[in-house]
T-cell receptor, first 115, second 114 residues
Framework: AQSVAQPEDQVNVAEGNPLTVKCTYSVSGNPYLFWYVQYPNRGLQFLLKYITGDNLVKGSYGFEAEFNKSQTSFHLKKPSALVSDSALYFCAVRATWGRSDKLIFGTGTRLQVFP | ETGVTQTPRHLVMGMTNKKSLKCEQHLGHNAMYWYKQSAKKPLELMFVYSLEERVENNSVPSRFSPECPNSSHLFLHLHTLQPEDSALYLC?????????????FGPGTRLTVT
């Protein structure tokens, strides 16, 4: 079955510390992987994606993600967290869906950065 | 932020009402999507339109009816909804259905069914 898992409902980190938001996936073939962020009362905003190439992908707002094929993971990282990074983060993977395809989203991880 | 707009932002309706949600994208994309976001649940894809072709999620009840008159506009017509349909409804667009392209989301319509 094609799926994506975000094992942590919430991640707490102090401002200035590094942060990691975890994501693992299960999909047939080569994965297309995405991270999105959702601020309160807003839609999802695209952060970064992995299609092919370098396993370390850099995205918006200083975020990066590391693709690990052997561990089927795509963890989101940032070297130094900001209070303004507090939001809901979604990992997604492209999956086949009949004669089409779609994005499968995880349940989301709430990131709380404390001053 | 203004690439994909949704109206209304908030909607309260009774179970016997008929209402419509509207989405408009100003990005020149040719694929549009409706998602349902409920608390503690994964984002649920409801409908996809690409080049006037509709790809339908068979698990979506018939009380939800999409309409895509052109590549820039997408509607979701609602009738005889149930309280469990209360959720945030998100519209998104992308360059096409090739998922190497990221999707751009609107701010959503917060729907409450009473």
């Amino acid at each position: 079955a094609q799926s994506v898992a975000q094992p942590e409902d919430q991640v707490n980190v102090a401002e200035g510390n590094p942060l990691t938001v975890k994501c693992t996936y299960s999909v047939s073939g080569n994965p297309y992987l995405f991270w999105y962020v959702q601020y309160p009362n807003r839609g999802l905003q695209f952060l970064l994606k992995y299609i092919t190439g370098d396993n370390l992908v850099k995205g918006s707002y200083g975020f990066e993600a590391e693709f690990n094929k052997s561990q089927t993971s795509f963890h989101l990282k940032k070297p130094s967290a900001l209070v303004s990074d507090s939001a809901l983060y979604f990992c997604a993977v492209r999956a086949t869906w009949g004669r089409s395809d779609k994005l499968i989203f995880g349940t989301g991880t709430r990131l709380q950065v404390f001053p | 932020e203004t690439g994909v707009t949704q109206t209304p932002r908030h909607l309260v309706m009774g179970m016997t009402n008929k209402k419509s949600l509207k989405c408009e994208q100003h990005l020149g994309h040719n694929a549009m999507y409706w998602y349902k976001q409920s608390a503690k649940k994964p984002l649920e894809l409801m409908f996809v339109y690409s080049l006037e072709e509709r790809v339908e999620n068979n698990s979506v009840p018939s009380r939800f009816s999409p309409e895509c008159p052109n590549s820039s506009h997408l509607f979701l017509h609602l009738h005889t909804l149930q309280p469990e349909d209360s959720a945030l409804y998100l519209c998104a667009s992308s360059q096409d259905r090739d998922y190497s392209y990221e999707q751009y989301f609107g701010p959503g319509t917060r729907l409450t069914v009473t």
